[in-house]
Structure formats: structure tokens, C-alpha cells
């Protein structure tokens, strides 16, 4: 069984900084791509930012410039380091995980995390 935890969410001021992590574990061959999702209420789930396991990086307009992930060595965490933020940024965060091989199984799987909640205010 495969699963993705996060951790690191929490209250911060506008202007300040956080850093997720999301640890994938199971019997995982490899992951050809992870990356971070957010939710705010009465909105979609969007884009944040991804990072293939060449190490490769996509991120949101909104985002760049402020926020930078990062994966392991062994390619199954990933990190968002997350500077001025804004209220903007309010929103449960997800982890993903795409292209996810298992030991012993044919095909590639989609995976997500719990979600965290990050929360911008004074």
C-alpha cells in the first residue's frame, strides 16, 4: 500500500514563511513526478508547483518567486519551501504523486496526500 504524508502546515503572518513536506512510502519502484496542489474554500483544487524525477519544475504564476520545491535524493519527498506569503495563499495544501510504479505491479498510478492546512493572516 502507497501512501503520501504531509507535514509542516500551520498559522503564519503575511510575509512569512513555511516549509511542507509530503514523504511517499510503500512498495515503490519510482515516481515520475510529484508535486504540490492547493484547495481554498469555494475554489478548485490548482496547481501549485511540480518537479519531475529529472528535476524538472513547473510552478504556478502565482507562485513564482516565492515559493520553491525540492525532491530527495531517493525522489519520494518532496518539499515546498513557501517565503512571503500572502492571505492569498490561504488554502489546504495536497500532495501528488504521478507516475508512481509499485514493486510487483504492471502500470503507473496517481496518488494523493491528506492535504494540510496553511493559513496566512495577521
Same mark, same amino acid.
Given at each position: 500500500?502507497? @501512501?503520501? =504524508?504531509?507535514? #509542516?502546515?500551520?498559522? =503564519?503572518?503575511?510575509?512569512?514563511?513555511?516549509?511542507?513536506?509530503?514523504? $511517499? &512510502?510503500?512498495? *515503490?519502484?519510482? *515516481?515520475?513526478?510529484? #508535486?504540490?496542489?492547493?484547495?481554498?474554500?469555494?475554489?478548485? /483544487? +490548482?496547481?501549485?508547483?511540480?518537479?519531475?524525477?529529472?528535476?524538472?519544475?513547473?510552478? +504556478?504564476?502565482? =507562485?513564482?518567486? %516565492?515559493?520553491? *520545491? &525540492? /525532491?530527495?535524493? +531517493?525522489?519520494?519527498?518532496?518539499?515546498?519551501?513557501? &517565503? &512571503?506569503?500572502?492571505?492569498?495563499?490561504? $488554502?489546504?495544501?495536497?500532495?501528488? +504523486?504521478?507516475?508512481? %510504479? *509499485?514493486?510487483? /505491479?504492471?502500470?503507473?498510478? /496517481?496518488?494523493?496526500? @491528506?492535504?494540510? @492546512? =496553511?493559513?496566512?493572516?495577521?
Amino acid at each position: 500500500q502507497v @501512501q503520501l =504524508v504531509e507535514s #509542516g502546515g500551520g498559522l =503564519v503572518q503575511p510575509g512569512g514563511s513555511l516549509t511542507l513536506s509530503c514523504a $511517499a &512510502s510503500g512498495r *515503490i519502484s519510482s *515516481i515520475s513526478l510529484m #508535486g504540490w496542489y492547493r484547495q481554498a474554500p469555494g475554489k478548485q /483544487r +490548482a496547481l501549485v508547483a511540480t518537479i519531475t524525477s529529472g528535476g524538472r519544475i513547473n510552478y +504556478a504564476d502565482s =507562485v513564482k518567486g %516565492r515559493f520553491t *520545491i &525540492s /525532491r530527495d535524493n +531517493a525522489n519520494t519527498t518532496v518539499y515546498l519551501q513557501m &517565503s &512571503s506569503l500572502e492571505p492569498e495563499d490561504t $488554502a489546504v495544501y495536497y500532495c501528488n +504523486a504521478d507516475g508512481l %510504479r *509499485i514493486t510487483g /505491479r504492471l502500470g503507473e498510478y /496517481r496518488y494523493w496526500g @491528506q492535504g494540510t @492546512q =496553511v493559513t496566512v493572516s495577521s
